[in-house]
């Protein structure tokens, strides 16, 4: 895995969006909020970061390459120091568990207009002309 992987799949989850910020960090966002972290250039020994729920938080950190994220600990973010620290399932369950713990943060409205089916234009018909028939 690597994070082109990772971009790959979380590009996948539902209204998620990315940007490039803080220099060489690839953010991926739902409703404007953060839930993982990829690093362009690895700093630090990290190269991905996401959101965990507490009991997660405890559990994973004590697995060998996985650290409290840097800044982002308090919020129960994890790190992976490896690409191998976990197995592509157990890595795409948790991003997708850390995408549900963002969304569910958002408010009721967002959450709705998120979730709701994007709808794509119709095309418009034109009226058949009238007039002189040359």
Known sequence: M??????????ALPQTTEIVQWGDALVFKV???MYAVASLEPRDGVWLSFKTDPEEFA??????GIIPAPYL??????ALETED????????RLL???YDLIF????KKQQAE???????KKPVKSAPRRGRIA
């Open 96 to 98: 997708k568990r850390a």
């Open 31 to 33: 409703g404007g909020k």
């Open 59 to 64: 559990a994973l950190t004590e697995i060998p």
């Open 114 to 120: 998120l979730a709701a089916p994007v709808r794509t």
């Open 104 to 107: 569910a943060k958002l408010p």
């Open 2 to 11: 690597n994070v082109a992987w990772a971009r790959r799949f979380c590009l």
């Open 85 to 92: 620290a976990l197995s592509a399932a157990e890595l795409e």
């Open 73 to 78: 600990a308090r919020a129960q973010w994890v």
